[in-house]
């Protein structure tokens, strides 16, 4: 079955605390991204990749890092997670920028 | 960046009434794309319309497209309670430009 899958669904951490939330998608997709949700706010844009090594900052980066080594995967990680972090994570991924985008279930972040 | 504008932010119908949705932004763009998400799930793509289109139909959704008042509209035809769910509209712009998501209409139709 196409689909993207991310891990863990919930997590509850402490500040400060590193950690990694996984992404794959077994499409042969191109194009990644990672958004967060907040009430309100609507999806934002983390970070994107339009291919194996090329990464690029979306509307909020701060706070955190991706990488892309394989196409496949595109995990996010948060060096030292602050309350503010505190959000629904949502990874996508589509063949190429233009194609629409296919999600993943999303994660639920608590940093207490 | 541009952001598509949804209106209205809430909605609430009748089963079996129409549903409209309306978006609008800023600048030029590639394609405009509307996704459906139920409550607190991932988003699933519903229909995809490129700037050179003027109307898009997939089952009970018709999608329009008015480039020159950059806005667009989404029709959910004959409503089910099913339907009940937040809708986003999201812009593409010109080159490699990222998707850029409004905050979205919630709808929500009674049984």
């Known amino acids: 079955e196409a689909q993207v899958t991310q891990n863990p669904r919930y997590l509850i951490t402490v500040t400060g605390k590193k950690l990694t939330v996984t992404c794959s998608q077994n499409?042969?997709?191109?194009?990644m991204s990672w958004y967060r949700q907040d009430p309100g706010l609507g999806l934002r844009q983390i970070y994107y990749?339009?291919?194996?090594?090329?990464?690029d900052k979306g509307d909020v980066p701060e706070g955190y890092k991706v990488s892309r080594k394989e196409k496949r995967n595109f995990p996010l990680i948060l060096e030292s997670p602050s309350p503010n972090q505190t959000s629904l994570y949502f990874c996508?991924?589509?063949?190429?920028?233009?194609?629409?985008?296919?999600f993943g279930p999303g994660t639920r972040l608590t940093v207490l | 960046s541009q952001q598509g504008e949804e209106d209205p932010q809430a909605l609430s119908i009748q089963e079996g009434e129409n549903a409209t949705m309306n978006c609008s932004y800023k600048?030029?763009?590639?394609?405009l794309q509307w996704y459906r998400q139920n409550s607190g799930r991932g988003l699933v793509h519903l229909i995809l319309?490129?700037?050179?289109?003027r109307e898009k139909h997939s089952g009970r959704l018709r999608v329009t497209l008015d480039t020159s008042k950059k806005s667009s509209s989404l029709l959910i035809t004959a409503s089910r309670a099913a339907d009940t769910a937040s809708y986003f509209c999201?812009?593409?712009?010109?080159?490699?430009?990222?998707?850029?998501f409004g905050k979205g209409t919630r709808l929500s139709v009674i049984a």
């Open positions: 996508a991924s589509s063949l190429l920028v233009t194609n629409e985008q296919f």
């Open positions: 499409m042969n997709h191109e194009y």
């Open positions: 999201a812009t593409r712009g010109v080159g490699n430009t990222p998707l850029v």
């Open positions: 319309i490129r700037s050179n289109e």
């Open positions: 990749s339009m291919n194996v090594e090329v990464t």
């Open positions: 600048t030029s763009i590639n394609n």
